[in-house]
């Protein structure tokens, strides 16, 4: 492409030799087999995470350790894991977005560590975590978190997983920004939270009444998957998400 572009233009005579054969990676220089081992011995982290780590950032990948934080335990000291089953630690994140120019969840989730490709479950099971710490670094308000975790959740339903999906990501009567509306609309008394009394109600008034305590139960079970007796809104937005196939209350709320 160069070598049509740099003629065309004018700008051979001003061109030098490529360089590019030459020039190290962005983490590259000083890099030798033993920074993994370096990263477990120097800063605590599990030997699966150093060589992720060491691969992923090069020499940076120092840089990153400095961001960990204790994690409580004998082993490893320090880095807690984004989700268990994988090596990508929770201040990827705030390097990602202070370092790298990260700006989205779906970013981070896709394309910075690519775990939206190894494994969707694993991937959606993290993005409200993620959403959290990229609010934190970014300085988000709460409502562009939820926009950005609504985002990726709906990207994340594109992608494969142990079902064939249809229509997933497809919202036909509310959109992203919707949600919060829709939100605060069940969050009858404004604390923040939705509560089983309050689905029950404002399901009725919105014209999709349950039509038995079952049913109702049926669904706050899947909104409230921990049993906490309450539902956040970034809950709500995962529930909404992952459940239009599956839910009576979810598939009343399109039509």
């Not at 070598?3 to 020039?23: D, F, I, Q, S, Y």
């Not at 004998?74 to 984004?82: A, E, I, T």
Request: proline share 5%; with cysteine; aromatic share 10%.
């Amino acid at each position: 492409v160069l070598n049509k572009v740099l003629p065309a233009n004018g700008l051979a005579e001003k061109a030098g030799p490529c360089l590019t054969e030459h020039r190290p990676l962005r983490g590259g220089v000083g890099y030798t087999r033993n920074v993994p081992v370096q990263l477990v011995q120097e800063f605590g982290v599990s030997e699966d995470t150093a060589k992720h780590l060491a691969r992923t950032y090069g020499m940076n990948a120092f840089d990153v350790c400095k961001l960990t934080r204790p994690t409580s335990k004998k082993w490893p000291r320090f880095g807690s894991v984004l989700i268990e089953g994988f090596p990508y630690l929770d201040c990827e994140v705030e390097y990602a977005c202070k370092k790298e120019m990260n700006c989205s969840v779906t970013d981070f989730l896709t394309l910075r560590t690519r775990l939206a490709y190894l494994n969707k479950d694993a991937a959606i099971e993290a993005a409200p975590k993620v959403a959290d710490l990229m609010a934190k670094a970014m300085g988000w308000s709460k409502r562009e978190r939820n926009r950005q975790l609504g985002s990726a959740l709906e990207a994340l339903a594109e992608f494969g997983g142990p079902v064939p999906l249809k229509d997933s990501a497809t919202i036909s009567a509310h959109t992203i920004s919707d949600l919060h509306a829709l939100f605060e609309t069940f969050d009858a008394n404004q604390n923040g939270y939705i509560e089983f009394d309050e689905m029950q109600i404002m399901a009725a008034q919105l014209g999709a009444p349950f039509k038995s305590e079952a049913s109702a139960l049926k669904t706050w079970q899947k909104m409230d998957p921990q049993k906490k007796g309450r539902v956040k809104e970034d809950e709500f937005v995962e529930w909404w998400y992952n459940n239009k196939e599956q839910d009576v209350l979810r598939k009343k709320l399109s039509e």
